[in-house]
């Protein structure tokens, strides 16, 4: 289990996950809570990431029970990473804030 710890974005809020390997890839099924539900003001993204670069595991607006996947092993991207981003009409309206963030240990 991956335990999710705050950044300064989301004070407060706290996650785990779940990663599971399976024939197609790696199954992450993310729970968190004290994040808002985000509609028509932005969107969560998670990331898994090495340090160096990162990779999206998918796109949506409320953290409860999520199942994710990823093309990419946890073993080489650990780093597992969730994004707030802010809409202004249809466009983003600024870089992702980090929201949670934690390590992967297989």
Do not use: C
């Amino acid at each position: 289990m991956v335990i999710l710890e705050p950044t300064e974005h989301a004070e407060g809020a706290s996650g785990r996950a779940i990663v599971t390997r399976l024939d197609s890839g790696w199954q992450i099924v993310l729970d968190a809570t004290g994040l808002p539900r985000l509609d028509a003001t932005g969107f969560y993204q998670a990331w898994l990431g090495n340090g160096k670069s990162r990779v999206s595991i998918g796109t949506f607006n409320e953290p409860d029970r999520l199942a994710l996947s990823a093309g990419v092993s946890p073993e080489a991207f650990p780093e597992l990473t969730v994004t707030r981003v802010e809409l202004t009409g249809r466009s983003p309206a600024s870089l992702p804030q980090p929201v949670l963030k934690g390590e992967i240990g297989l």
